[in-house]
């Protein structure tokens, strides 16, 4: 940045541009980390709770706001141009939109991992899963329209609409009487290590917290054990595998 630089006012047109694009990322961090501290102080439950209302009545004010800024029209609080695609198109940003989410974990991932080491990234990553699952669930909860006691029906509908299945394979089987039973056919992070000749990503300790959060955020009663995961061995037609079962039918 140029010496002479003292305010936003001295800025070129590409670098205000960049600038702009700084304070949507502040703004995202920020309501992250708003939503850390309430589950710091209050607990995930009751953060969960508020980052429902927080997120409804600030995405309102937002988008308002950009259509004016940007000249778009919006339409029950969406975009009109997303609302003018078709299914075929609507799909497809949703599998480009898992892409980017999965390419930013890899990110964070590995830069922690070449600051320090890859137990340490593990660590991280480990715990932010700890956090996103439930958050992840609680969306999708809403979202559908679940009741409290969604059951393993809730469940089965629910990992159909994880960022995941954006862009993985994966097969739900009814197992037993309450049970069903999940697996990961193709993993995008763990096929694209298999093409390269590295081993499987041991991702068992993040799937352990990873898969239990998200079923008791459907459902409180909903156990999970794990079949297999990496480091586990593992036929080829799945990576991981995960038995979803209820111990209370009631």
């Not at 670098?15 to 589950?39: G, N, Q, S």
């Not at 590995?110 to 969306?139: G, I, M």
């Not at 999940?182 to 799937?207: E, H, I, T, W």
Request: charged residues 30%; contains cysteine; negative net charge.
């Amino acid at each position: 940045m140029k010496t002479e630089v003292q305010k936003p006012q001295d800025l070129s047109q590409s670098e205000l541009a960049k600038l702009i694009m700084d304070l949507l990322h502040r703004t995202m961090v920020h309501h992250t980390l708003w939503f850390c501290e309430v589950e710091h102080q209050l607990g995930m439950p009751k953060a969960l709770e508020m980052l429902g209302d927080a997120w409804e009545k600030s995405y309102a004010l937002q988008i308002k706001r950009l259509s004016e800024i940007f000249g778009f029209k919006i339409k029950d609080s969406i975009p009109e141009t997303l609302l003018s695609k078709d299914k075929t198109e609507l799909l497809k940003i949703m599998e480009e939109l898992g892409k980017n989410w999965l390419a930013e974990d890899g990110i964070w991932f590995q830069t922690v991992e070449s600051r320090y080491d890859l137990w340490e990234a593990k660590r991280c990553n480990d715990s932010c899963w700890a956090r996103f699952s439930p958050v992840e669930a609680s969306s999708i909860k809403k979202f559908l329209q679940l009741p409290q006691f969604a059951g393993l029906e809730g469940l089965k509908k629910a990992l159909r609409f994880r960022l995941y299945a954006c862009i993985n394979e994966q097969t739900i089987i009814d197992d037993v009487e309450h049970s069903i039973i999940f697996q990961m056919n193709d993993c995008r992070v763990q096929s694209a290590r298999k093409r390269k000749g590295l081993a499987d990503y041991p991702c068992k300790s993040a799937g352990l917290v990873e898969y239990r959060a998200f079923a008791e955020t459907i459902d409180a009663r909903i156990k999970t054990q794990c079949i297999g995961c990496p480091p586990d061995e593992h036929p080829a037609e799945w990576f991981c595998s995960w038995r979803f079962y209820l111990e209370d039918k009631s």
